[in-house]
Each structure stands twice: as C-alpha cells, then as structure tokens.
C-alpha cells in the first residue's frame, strides 16, 4: 500500500538514485511515496557530529519539506532515541502504513553498514522488501583494482582508475530524475504526515541562539542553496582553482563540502556539471582548474572506497598498523591551546578561530594544524579527528579521518613521517600578506608586514604583549627533532 525512502545523507530530490528508485516502484505499483528520516540523540553523540551540523540537517529538512509537498509526499520525521531500535522503528512504520518495501542510499561507516544488514534481516522477517544502494559516491566501492586484483591503497593509481571507469561508463554521471508526484489520495491518507513539523535538534546538540542565527546565515541549508552555491564557482571560479586553491585568504574554493556531506548536492551532479564545462568534456585534461577540482572531489570517493574496505579505520586504529606504537604526549594545556587558537603560532591559530567559529576550515589550514597537532605537540591525532568532528559543519567520517591519517603520517597514502610542515613557512608561503591571519585573529589585525606570522620574533613584541596575544607554546625546530626521533621510535617498537 506504500513504498518507502529512508532519507540520511542525501536530503535533496535532485539527482537521488534510490528516491527516484523508490517513486519509480511507487509509481509501477500505484502506492503512494512515504519519506521518512530518524533523528536519532544516541547517534549523533556516538558519531561525536558537531551541533552545527545536525542544525544544517535539520534546516535541510525544513527546506526538504515543502519541496516534498507539491508533489503530494509526506515527510515522517522521527525521534528514535536509542540507535539500537532504529531498524525496528522504521519497520513499524512501515508496518502501520502498510509498505511493502524500503529504499535507501548506502552509508560506508561500520555501524551504518551492520544497520543495513540488521535492516535486511528484520525486513525479511516481515515481508518487507529492502533495497539499499550505491549513490554517496561517483564509483561505488569494489570497482576499481590494482592489476592484482586488489583494492588501491595509493591516490595516484587509484585516481586514473577512477577517471579511467567513469569515461568508460558514463553512465554513472547520468542524472536520476525527481520523484514523481504522488496520487491526489495521499493527501487524504497520510494527512498526519503532513501536518506534522519537524523537531528541534535534540537536548545533546542544541546550539545557543546566538550560534544558531550565525550558523544559519553563513551556512544556508538545502538542495536549491547547494545548486545555486556550485553554478556560482562554476562561472567565476573554477578556472583560477587550480592556482588559487591552496591560499585561505584567496576565498577561491567552493565552499560544498557541507553540501555534499549532507547530500543536499550529490558529488555525481558536482563532478557531471564540471565535466560539461571542461573543453574536453572529460574529467581529465582541458582546463586545469576544472581537472584539478575534479581531481579534489575524488579523493572524497577514495576515501569512502578505503573506509568500505577498511572498515578498521572507524575502529579507532591507524590506517598503516605500523604506527600504533608511538608515544603521544597528552598534554592537556597543550591541546587546550590548540582547540582554542592560542597557541602562539598565528596560523594556526587563525585556522581554529576560524573553524570555532564557522564550523569550517580551508583546507590548507587543515593540514596545517593536523600536522602541528601530531607533529609539533606530538598529540595523538584521535584527538583532533574527534574535536573536528565534534565542530564541523561538513564533518565527514572517512574525509576526516582519511585527512588526519594523512597529516599525521599514520593513514592511507600519507605524508611520509619525516615531513614535518614547518608553520612559520607554510603561512608565509600560503597567507603571503598575511590577511588570513589578520582576518581571525583580531589582537594581530594592526600588525604591519611580515610581523604578523611571528609577532614575538620580528619586533611587534610589545604591541602582541599589550593586546594578549600569547607566545609559542612551543619551539619548532625542538618539536620537529622530538618528532622524528618518536615516530622513529615507535616504528621500531613495532
Ligand atoms: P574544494 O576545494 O572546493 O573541493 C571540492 C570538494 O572536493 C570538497 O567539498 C570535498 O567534498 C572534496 N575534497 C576536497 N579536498 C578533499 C580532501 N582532501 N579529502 C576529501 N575530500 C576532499 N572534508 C569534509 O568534507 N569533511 C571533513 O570532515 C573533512 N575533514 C578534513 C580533515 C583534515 C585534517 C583534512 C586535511 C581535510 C579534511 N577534509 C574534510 C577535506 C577538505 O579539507 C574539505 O573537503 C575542503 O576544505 C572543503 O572545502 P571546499 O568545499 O571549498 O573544497
């Protein structure tokens, strides 16, 4: 009597494979569509995701909504606290609305995937019809091998594979169509649905109303603002990107990554809408602005492929085993320092203003007090991955994680453990005028030149003193040898 879609990451009509598959068996068997999404405390506190980020769901729910309504589909938002019941709340529904079967797009992490399979099982059990499948990513993962037949634990290799599939099968860039409009007797007989509104975020990620108005105004919710947000790089960015990507102050990125960690933007319709507007309509080649950013948008499907075979890497463990042994300082004053952008070293303590602030960082300045985190403090990179997660808009498991692994030298295809990024070098190499910095931090926004990324070396002493801002906690070039000498160490502990 209905046909279901369980909506997660994927909060949009547009582009969505397993909405469209389920409109398309609604409308074969003529039932009506019921959507339903789960707000569930428990989960959000397991997966450690930031409030902000459950407020951007849930204003792309709002959005969601009457975009539902022309065409006739209810919206069932429900409150599940406990993320065990998950499985059997959703199939009570069903049950109560009399649905015959459930469509859902797949979720890579470990304990998304057991619900999946806890979701087959229970659905068999009651004669229900479940069919979960591959959208998150451009190329599910499982496609693509080495010559050995073994999955890629390298980008390079694995990236002109990935080229290589999609120009053999463009299919998979093609667009799945919006759902249909539901029959006129839908209305009548989910009338509760539809008047139903949905929550608030639950107790355990509330933000105060002063966050929430900030939240809200730089982070516009929804699919038509995800659109809207990559036409707009499109048209007056992607040419420079190639060039421009790497400065935090050049504002020359994209800016989606909340989008497509939301699903509000499906990164097939990203990589689909820079394809046609390369010369070569290819993903590779032609303009190298459009290459290259669409070489940045797979590293997000790497990373997906490595975490769904992998799935150790959300089980608190380093990618490469051979890094479990290092010793971390666990330095509380240290990482406080960090957390709160005070540690002296003024990129990178602009780069966590910023996300403290906004709930994003540019991706330069990740790497940058990734790598300083675990480098230069020498504190264990968990602690960063989890105080990411725990403040960012766009927070993504395997980005994140894959991210770290990568600064820190202990995830898949790193940076080897002796580069250590020098921080007074990478701003000045990367914030050259220093507008990044000034930007952020606000007790250095009158310091002339130079000064500004080493107020307490280049003879602004007294005026970062008077307006206190504080001096490195640390000493590069000792951490740096303290690092080596750790991470040699614990390689060999191995
Ligand atoms: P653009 O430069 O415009 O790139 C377009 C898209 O490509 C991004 O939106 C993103 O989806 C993808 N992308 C770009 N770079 C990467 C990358 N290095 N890895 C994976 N995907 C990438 N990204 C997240 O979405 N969520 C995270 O939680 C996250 N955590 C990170 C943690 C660390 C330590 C590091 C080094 C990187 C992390 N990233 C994460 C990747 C990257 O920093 C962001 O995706 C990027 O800064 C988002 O800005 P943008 O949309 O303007 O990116």
Not at 150 to 160: E, G
Not at 270 to 279: D, G, P
Request: aromatic share 10%; proline share 5%.
């Amino acid at each position: 009597e209905a046909v279901v879609h369980w909506f997660k990451r994927d909060l949009r009509l547009a582009d969505n494979r397993a909405l469209h598959l389920a409109s398309e068996k609604a409308k074969s068997k003529s039932m009506p569509l019921v959507c339903m999404f789960i707000v569930s405390p428990q989960d959000y506190q397991a997966h450690c995701t930031a409030a902000a980020r459950v407020d951007f769901e849930l204003r792309s729910l709002e959005a969601l909504k009457p975009d539902l309504e022309e065409l006739d589909i209810p919206l069932h938002v429900m409150v599940v606290p406990k993320r065990k019941e998950i499985p059997e709340k959703i199939i009570e529904k069903c049950m109560e609305w009399k649905a015959n079967h459930i469509f859902c797009n797949i979720e890579y992490e470990v304990d998304e995937l057991r619900r999946e399979s806890l979701m087959t099982q229970k659905c068999l059990e009651k004669g229900i019809n479940f069919t979960a499948v591959h959208d998150d990513v451009v190329v599910a993962p499982g496609q693509l091998k080495t010559g050995a037949g073994k999955q890629f634990s390298v980008y390079s290799p694995w990236y002109r594979a990935w080229v290589a599939h999609i120009h053999r099968h463009p299919e998979l860039l093609d667009t799945y169509e919006r759902p249909r409009k539901n029959p006129d007797s839908a209305r009548k007989k989910f009338k509760d649905l539809f008047e139903m509104s949905i929550p608030s975020a639950p107790e355990n990620k509330q933000l105060s109303s002063e966050e929430r108005t900030r939240f809200e105004s730089m982070w516009p919710a929804g699919e038509h603002e995800a659109e809207e947000r990559l036409q707009k790089f499109l048209q007056q960015k992607i040419g420079k990107y190639k060039d421009t990507r790497n400065f935090p102050a050049a504002n020359s990125t994209a800016v989606i990554s909340v989008h497509l960690s939301a699903g509000t933007l499906a990164a097939r319709t990203a990589v689909r809408m820079a394809r046609s507007a390369n010369s070569t309509q290819k993903l590779d080649g032609g303009n190298a602005g459009i290459s290259g950013w669409i070489s940045e948008l797979a590293w997000r499907d790497f990373y997906k492929h490595v975490l769904a075979h992998w799935p150790y890497v959300c089980m608190n463990k380093p990618f490469k085993f051979e890094y479990t042994n290092i010793e971390w300082e666990y330095n509380d004053e240290h990482f406080a320092a960090w957390c709160e952008g005070r540690t002296g070293f003024p990129i990178v303590d602009a780069a966590m203003r910023q996300l403290n602030h906004m709930g994003y960082m540019h991706n330069r300045c990740r790497m940058i007090v990734a790598s300083f985190l675990s480098k230069d403090l020498l504190i264990d990179w968990r602690m960063g991955e989890r105080y990411f997660m725990e403040h960012l808009v766009d927070g993504d498991f395997a980005s994140n994680n894959g991210g770290w692994g990568f600064s820190a030298s202990t995830g898949v295809d790193p940076q080897p453990y002796f580069r250590i990024f020098n921080p007074l070098l990478q701003s000045e190499k990367f914030d050259p005028k220093g507008e990044y910095i000034r930007r952020w931090v606000k007790e250095l926004e009158n310091v002339q030149g130079n000064a500004v990324h080493a107020p307490y070396e280049r003879g602004v002493e007294k005026m970062a003193k008077e307006k206190g801002y504080p001096r490195p906690i640390v000493e590069h070039k000792v951490c740096r040898d303290r690092a080596l000498a750790r991470y040699k160490t614990g390689l060999q502990r191995d």
